[in-house]
């Protein structure tokens, strides 16, 4: 994704931004958000990380914990889109860990 891109994108839908990276959130279960915060990384087990512009929104039926997560947007692509809500994909190789800034959410 370009900055023009993003920019397209934010005209029409929240995308919270902060400098190069996106703020989006990835639904997971317990034990793999704990990964996740602790080692700032993550992995896929498909070709894709999946994630969303809502913490609260489509996501919530794939895990009961959710984490807020900032990655460069040159990193991601749109994958879905909703009424208010934006779904991205981050391509990766699968069991390969990625670097990203994570937290809990409401932490």
Known sequence: MTMQDLKEL???????????LVILYHATNSENAKQIVNSQS???KEDG?????????QISGYGNTIVK???????????D???????????????????????????
């Open 69 to 79: 997560v900032m990655i460069p947007y040159s990193k991601i692509e749109l994958d």
């Open 49 to 57: 990380l999946f994630f969303s512009t809502k913490s609260n929104g």
């Open 10 to 20: 934010q005209e029409d839908y929240t995308i919270e931004t902060q400098n190069n």
């Open 42 to 44: 993550m992995f896929g």
């Open 81 to 107: 889109q909703f009424n208010d809500e934006l779904h991205f994909r981050m391509p990766c190789k699968p069991f390969i860990k990625y670097p990203v800034k994570a937290n809990y959410l409401n932490k």
